[in-house]
């Protein structure tokens, strides 16, 4: 028959399949299985996986904790639907309100005022993530800026002095004393800059010794009269601000959300731009993965050290400025700063030291923030809980293979383990 092989026509031998794949296997199988690996295991999803194990843990907690399950608990064997209904309750009802004082309350009358826990979280995050921003561009350098917390009390001292004791038109007003919080940022971080890059001091011991300075200068200034205490006062704080200098609401008076949460998303878009579209972004990240390496390609370490520095204390600056002018008018005092710049460390490492990252891991924080307070009121739950939940989040960002061997995720880049065929006796005899 035609086409039917005859022992002249010889037949073309099937083409082997590729080294490493299967045969029968198309290739854009292994491509999108190969994708599918990276999404998995890569770091967004160690991320989300990392603040899901961190609030299973926490409603391991607040159970514990609860009075009403330790009741129950104590008669287990003999009604065990008891503790079981007691844990929900306790944990659902924390989450609940957790969501009620972060996102949106349900049991408002209206929808404006439903949306105000929203707010409240936005403003707890505009220091976070600014302050987050200034530390992660410091990560991408290589170097470990724990000095957020120096660089918000010289900002804010420099941002309030400037509001305080000028007088000027409103916008006019505003823009100076935030560019003076700027500065003051800038100013601090560039003393570490410089003496890395001059001397070769080690930039976390300088930035700890840069935080007891600028925790004790400041304290001192607001115990002086003609430095920052308000006159005729024996308070340790700083008089009130003027009014044109102040952050203005950004839907209006009855919600604390100001302007300086417009100024973190231009913010946030900037160091966007500057690490991936910026010829210094570029030697930013040529630095920060391999210093010996850039300065054989021409590239000036120290400098780029210096003005790494510079722009991060810049940033944290902001998050002084926005303290001083937006969330304490009335005046500051040392403790202005409210832990923001240890808290910026976190934000920074749960965003992946990536701009947008470090926005989302704020807000997150915020909401935590907001929402730990509603917690302890309407549970009578300790606010204890929420830090712990936020340091997990920590604990399980810093140790991805934790994660993935939980949830049994694989390594991007990894191939997966093939099984070796199984072959009978009667086929191996064959």
């Given amino acids: 028959m035609t086409g039917t092989p005859t022992p002249s026509q010889p037949v073309a031998p099937a083409q082997p399949a590729p080294a490493g794949q299967p045969a029968g296997k198309p290739e854009n199988d292994d491509r999108w299985n190969k994708a599918v690996r990276d999404i998995m295991g890569g770091p967004v999803i160690i991320s989300i996986l990392a603040v899901v194990l961190a609030l299973i843990v926490g409603a391991i907690l607040i159970a514990a904790t609860d009075p009403e399950v330790q009741k129950a608990a104590g008669y ?23 969501f009620q004082g972060a996102i949106y309350n349900f049991r408002r009358p209206s929808f404006a005022a439903g949306i105000r826990p929203l707010t409240e979280t936005l403003t707890f995050a505009t220091p976070l993530i600014v302050s987050g921003l200034g530390v992660a561009l410091a990560f991408r350098v290589g170097l470990f800026n724990i ?27 505003l823009v100076l004393a935030v560019v003076a919080g700027i500065a003051g940022g800038a100013i601090w971080a560039g003393i570490v800059g410089v003496l890395k890059a001059r001397t070769g001091a080690h930039e976390v011991i300088v930035t700890i010794m840069l935080n007891y300075i600028a925790f004790y200068l400041i304290s001192y200034m607001l115990r002086t009269q003609g430095l920052l205490q308000a006159p005729g006062s024996n308070n340790p704080k700083a008089p009130p601000i003027h009014a044109n200098a102040v952050f203005p609401p950004l839907f209006g008076e009855q919600y604390n959300l100001t302007w300086a ?130 340091s997990l989040i920590v604990l399980f960002v810093a140790a991805p293979p934790l994660v993935r061997a939980i949830f049994r ?13 199984i072959v009978t006796k009667e086929v191996a005899a064959k």
């Fill in 76 to 98: 287990f064997f003999a009604r065990p639907g008891d503790t079981f209904k007691a844990i929900w309750d306790s944990v659902s009802s924390a989450y609940v309100s957790m």
């Fill in 261 to 390: 949460f417009v100024v973190v998303i231009a913010a946030t878009v900037f160091v966007w731009w500057l690490i991936n579209r910026s010829s210094l972004g570029f030697r930013f990240r040529a630095v920060g993965e391999n210093p010996n390496a850039a300065r054989v390609a021409g590239i000036n370490v120290k400098n780029i050290y210096l003005y790494a520095m510079l722009i991060a204390g810049g940033l944290v600056g902001i998050a002084g400025a926005s303290q001083a002018l937006g969330v304490f008018p009335q005046g500051i005092s040392s403790g202005v700063d409210a832990g923001i710049g240890f808290d910026a460390i976190t934000v920074a490492l749960l965003g992946r030291s990536r701009p947008w990252g470090v926005f989302i891991a704020g807000l997150l924080f915020g909401a935590l923030k907001a929402g730990g307070y509603t917690i302890q009121a309407a549970n009578d739950i300790p606010i204890d809980i929420v830090l712990v939940v936020q």
């Fill in 409 to 421: 995720l694989p390594t991007p880049g990894s191939t997966p383990r093939r099984q070796r065929p």
């Fill in 147 to 173: 000095g957020g917390q120096g660089q918000i009390l010289i900002a804010a001292a420099a941002s309030a002095w400037v509001g305080f004791s000028w007088n000027l038109p409103p916008v006019i007003h």
